[in-house]
């Protein structure tokens, strides 16, 4: 009896030993061997113009050469950064680039909100396209053609004046008036990209639980009090890591549109870091100082991230990490 019972038992089976982990990776790359050759450029764009370049950040602390070249050039340590903090120019451009950003923050970072809110009470579906539509050209117009369409409309000469005539104001070039700069650059920038920037938005808005807006009209909630109590903290995850990469970015400023825009009359209010180190670095050919100026400015914005980004994890369970 118990050599049938014993005949009975299956036979384990030899345990097999996990694969190793090259041969993962290897089965994986075969397997989506596509998808890989898709994220190719994407990691070659990386690598080449924001790791690669990051070699050459020690001259920075070096009196760089173009003859000796980067490894070979002489070291000064923190020279480039005591002459940047002693220059007549450090408080002007660290006054102006955050000057610029934080009316990009006050007036411009809650537009998009607004619009994709606003967007979001039309019921009319056939209207609300048409006015996503006419938001979202702005953005694919170049930046070159919007400087040009502010320089022919801001003109002694120009609409905006011609407009202004009839109220009995005098006409004035208001690209040259440095204190018309900032207002200037920041409304146009609100109109170029309130509309795209109303994307996201619109998409976090998709995602909320319809049911949530039946269950507050049999509670008697209006439409003013379900954005208050429903859309705006459904969205609410969306505009605190859009706030966090927006105050990571509070020490840059395009330079593009500002150089496009100002001129030696309105540089005490145009003058930002990233033009200044064009200057100094491309026209001038001062690569170290100016190498120190953008560590410097890099610094801060990372600094700046780690900072809003602990204060978010206090405040909220969002974070970027």
């Known amino acids: 009896m118990e050599t049938i019972k014993s005949a009975a038992k299956p036979v384990a089976k030899p345990s097999r030993s996990e694969p190793s982990l090259w041969i993962t990776i290897g089965r994986d790359l075969k397997r989506n061997k596509l998808l890989y050759i898709m994220v190719l450029p994407v990691i070659a764009y990386y690598l080449i113009f924001d790791y690669g370049p990051m070699y050459g950040l020690q001259i920075a602390f070096k009196d760089y050469s173009p ?17 940047f903090f002693n220059s007549y120019y450090f408080w002007r451009l660290i006054r102006n680039t955050l000057l610029i950003n934080v009316y990009e923050l006050i007036f411009g970072f809650p537009a998009p909100i607004v619009l994709a809110l606003l967007l979001n009470e039309l019921r009319r579906q056939y209207f609300k396209r048409i006015v996503q539509t006419i938001t979202y050209l ?17 003109a002694r000469d120009g609409v905006v004046n011609q407009l ?13 008036e440095p204190e018309w700069f900032r207002f200037i650059y920041v409304s146009s920038g609100i109109w170029q990209g309130v509309g795209w920037g109303s994307i996201i938005y619109l998409a976090a808005l998709s995602g909320i639980d319809p049911t949530l807006y039946e269950a507050a009209k049999v509670d008697g909630a209006g439409r003013w009090k379900q954005m208050i109590h429903i859309t705006i903290p459904g969205i609410m995850p969306t505009i605190i890591i859009l706030l966090i990469l927006k105050m990571g970015s509070m020490m840059s400023v395009g330079s593009e549109k500002i150089l496009l825009m100002y001129n030696p009359l309105t540089y005490d209010t145009a003058d930002v870091i990233s033009t200044f180190v064009y200057r100094k670095g491309i026209l001038e050919a001062s690569y170290s100082y100016t190498t120190a100026v953008g560590l410097f400015n890099a610094v801060i914005a990372f600094s700046l991230l780690i900072l809003s980004n602990s204060i978010s994890k206090r405040v909220s369970e969002t974070k970027l990490w």
């Open 164 to 176: 202004l005539a009839t109220l009995g104001i005098a006409s004035k070039s208001y690209l040259s």
């Open 67 to 83: 003859g000796d070249g980067i490894w070979n050039s002489r070291w000064v340590g923190f020279d480039h950064f005591v002459e």
């Open 138 to 154: 702005p953005h694919f117009i170049s930046v070159v053609v919007i400087v040009g369409m502010l320089v022919d409309f801001l």
